[in-house]
């Protein structure tokens, strides 16, 4: 069983940056890969970001791509999400998820998921 803990989400005006972070239980966090993912309102959930559990690859959303950065610290079973030049289309809930899987683009292939902390972009 893992759980998983959103936290630093807030209001931001456009242009802005925060990091999210979400901590993880389980003592074989070092072995998942992890997962950000957003929901807008009246939208689906997508993808925003996947990391490998040694960091080796990370893979983001065309949308997000060269403003977001995710990283992960296995010693503090931690994974943050670094979001700069924020835009009001970012505004949604982002969730983590982690998987034992590879990491990837797909929710279904994620096993966990965090409660989800909202962000909210002005403009």
């Known amino acids: 069983q893992v759980q998983l803990v959103e936290s630093g989400g807030g209001l931001v005006q456009a242009g802005g940056s925060l990091r999210l972070s979400c901590a993880a239980s389980?003592?074989?966090?070092?072995?998942?890969?992890m997962g950000w993912f957003r929901q807008a309102p009246g939208k689906e959930r997508e993808f925003v970001g996947a990391?490998?559990?040694?960091?080796?690859?990370?893979y983001y959303a065309d949308s997000v791509k060269g403003r977001f950065t995710i990283s992960r610290d296995n010693a503090k079973n931690t994974v943050y999400l670094q979001m700069n030049s924020l835009k009001p289309e970012d505004t949604a809930v982002y969730y983590c998820?982690?998987?034992?899987?590879?990491?990837?683009?797909?929710?279904?292939?994620?096993?966990?998921w965090g409660q989800g902390t909202q962000v909210t972009v002005s403009s």
């Open positions: 990391i490998k559990w040694n960091s080796g690859n990370r």
């Open positions: 389980g003592r074989t966090f070092s072995s998942y890969a």
């Open positions: 998820a982690s998987t034992t899987n590879i990491a990837t683009m797909d929710p279904n292939e994620y096993d966990y």
